[in-house]
């Protein structure tokens, strides 16, 4: 386990269908995070995990947008009834503690949506 | 909530000159403030980050300043390469709905750096 893994690394999809990301953190890290990356912009909070708990979601996030994290290891990011305003990147880190203590996040490579 | 203004938006240097990006954050609960490189396609990758307990920290040519008083925090990177052209993005943590330690990082928009050789 080197790394943070996400997959799929890219997805095109149809306006109206749901899609899927799965996250896998690095093992010992029980902090989870989805963030949301537009082009020419820095990423943007959507949603924390410390471990199977869901502590927030962001206010950016509308009803379709749902994120898991069963038994605290990895993490799916569903969009349901997709539209076009949902084409980013969506990026999930992972850290081994608080932040305030200097537990850097580490970033998957992403998964690019495009909805046409 | 936490704002986080970051500039230049592009910034262009000549290889071996100094570049500084500089960002602004508004909440004064915010402890720690990291910055990312991002090349194009790739994942942000921490180079450097700094806890509001310290003002100044160095790791061989790159460099963060911290001024509490003033909400501000500095990247400085001395004898640029073309290896350091990229997008960096800085950050600072603020704590969230659930209380408690910061976890949340909020992002500034990013600073495209061109070192031309």
């Known amino acids: 386990d080197t790394g943070v893994s996400q997959n799929p690394r890219h997805k095109i999809t149809k306006r109206g269908q749901n899609v899927t990301f799965r996250c896998d953190p690095i093992?010992?890290?029980?902090?989870l995070y989805w963030y949301r990356q537009t082009l020419g912009q820095g990423p943007e909070f959507l949603t924390y995990?410390?471990?199977?708990?869901?502590?927030?979601k962001s206010r950016l996030l509308s009803d379709r947008f749902s994120a898991e994290r069963p038994k605290g290891s990895f993490s799916t990011l569903e969009i349901q009834r997709t539209e076009q305003g949902d084409s980013a990147m969506y990026l999930c880190?992972?850290?081994?503690?608080?932040?305030?203590?200097?537990?850097?996040?580490?970033f998957g490579s992403g998964t690019r949506l495009t909805v046409v | 909530g936490e704002n986080v203004e970051q500039h230049p938006s592009t910034l262009s240097v000549q290889e071996g000159d100094s570049a500084v990006i500089k960002c602004t954050y508004s909440?004064?609960?915010?402890?720690?403030f990291p910055w990312y490189k991002q090349e194009l396609g790739k994942r942000p990758q921490l180079i450097i980050d700094?806890?509001?307990?310290?003002g100044e920290k160095k790791d061989q040519r790159i460099a963060v300043t911290l001024n509490k008083t003033a909400k501000h925090f500095s990247l400085h990177i001395t004898e640029t390469q073309p290896e350091d052209s990229a997008v960096y993005f800085c950050a600072a943590s603020s704590p969230g709905w659930s209380g408690g330690s910061n976890y949340k990082l909020t992002f500034g928009k990013g600073t495209l750096l061109t070192v031309n050789p």
């Open positions: 093992s010992e890290h029980n902090r």
């Open positions: 880190a992972s850290s081994l503690g608080a932040v305030q203590l200097g537990y850097g996040y580490t």
């Open positions: 995990f410390q471990n199977e708990a869901q502590l927030e």
């Open positions: 909440d004064s609960a915010s402890n720690y």
């Open positions: 700094i806890r509001s307990n310290v």
